[in-house]
């Protein structure tokens, strides 16, 4: 009996290859494919709140109302000592304020890096004046540090150490300025350092102390090579805060003579003279300046230390 042979299987059709499909998977390979879209709300966010205004400003100070010179709102700002001498006062306000910050931020968050009792009570209080605000801090130091009724005062009084004469005087002078800032400034730099310290390796810091490391040899030569570029980042972060200050230099300065802050002049441009165009020419000054000492700031980062910060920050 003949067993007769299968049927052929029907041949299959090819189809011609997507090209669609071919350039989404050289895109993907690229890395680029679907999950961009997610950037998309961000990107929306960055040029709505940043890109824009800072080109509309930018086209508003080359638009001076007493002259057709575009560069004639700059050329005023750097040739008016009032104005020029605004530049010094506030870095002379606050770089000082950022670096007692970050310096008194780094043994606190050094101690607390690990496990301890009342680590979340000390944070939290350390924290608070996050919550307070600078005008309601800077009311409290105005009523503390007042010179004939503030209680930091008659506590020297009573100690004999001043007299009601010779007060002490901490507010509506240069000094209430940078306390308010050091104040309202100290928690952020706090959070930050104790986060890039809690990111640390602790291994490291265990193996140099088998070694027969000191403390103080494990601190200089472990951890703060490695916490060196978060301390770079946060004291950027708290200048940036600090050289913005408006608040404080009004209510706990003198801002007609030592804490006319830079940011008062804008205020003065926009709200007094209503000159917008002047006003954006100090804004975009500032942000000129800032952008400089943060640039010094992290090239000597670089020059110092190259490599991971080892923190979470």
């Not at 010094?88 to 607390?112: E, Q």
């Not at 004291?235 to 913005?244: E, G, K």
């Not at 942000?287 to 640039?295: G, K, M, Q, R």
Request: proline fraction near 8%; include cysteine; glycine fraction near 8%.
């Amino acid at each position: 009996m003949t067993v007769a042979p299968p049927a052929p299987a029907p041949a299959r059709r090819h189809r011609p290859p997507d090209p669609r499909a071919h350039l989404s998977h050289r895109l993907a390979e690229r890395g680029i494919d679907r999950t961009l879209w997610l950037l998309l709300p961000g990107v929306v966010f960055l040029v709505a709140l940043f890109i824009y205004p800072l080109a509309y400003g930018l086209g508003l100070s080359f638009q001076p109302l007493k002259s057709t010179d575009p560069l004639y709102n700059y050329k005023q700002f750097f040739t008016d000592h009032l104005q020029r001498d605004t530049i010094g006062t506030t870095l002379r306000i606050s770089l000082p304020a950022a670096l007692v910050n970050v310096i008194a931020s780094v043994p606190i968050a050094y101690r607390m890096r690990g496990r301890m009792r009342g680590k979340r009570f000390i944070t939290t209080m350390l924290v608070i004046p996050i919550t307070l605000g600078t005008v309601l801090t800077a009311d409290g130091m105005l009523k503390f540090f007042d010179p004939a009724g503030g209680w930091f005062n008659k506590t020297l009084f009573a100690l004999h150490i001043r007299t009601p004469d010779q007060p002490v005087l901490l507010i509506n002078n240069y000094w209430g300025v940078v306390i308010s800032l050091i104040i309202s400034g100290f928690p952020f730099a706090f959070l930050l350092i104790l986060s890039y310290l809690s990111g640390i390796d602790p291994s490291l810091d265990a193996a140099a102390s088998t070694l027969g490391a000191s403390p103080r040899r494990r601190f200089w030569q472990i951890t703060f090579p490695l916490l060196a570029p978060g301390l770079a980042i946060t004291f950027c972060l708290t200048f940036v805060l600090a050289f913005s200050v408006f608040p404080s230099a009004y209510l706990v300065g003198n801002p007609t003579s030592t804490t006319r802050v830079i940011s008062i002049a804008a205020y003065e441009a926009r709200s007094v003279e209503t000159n917008d165009s002047k006003a954006s020419t100090i804004a975009l000054i500032m942000a000129v300046i800032e952008l400089l000492v943060i640039s010094v700031v992290l090239f000597g980062r670089g020059r110092l230390y190259r490599g991971s910060t080892g923190g979470k920050g």
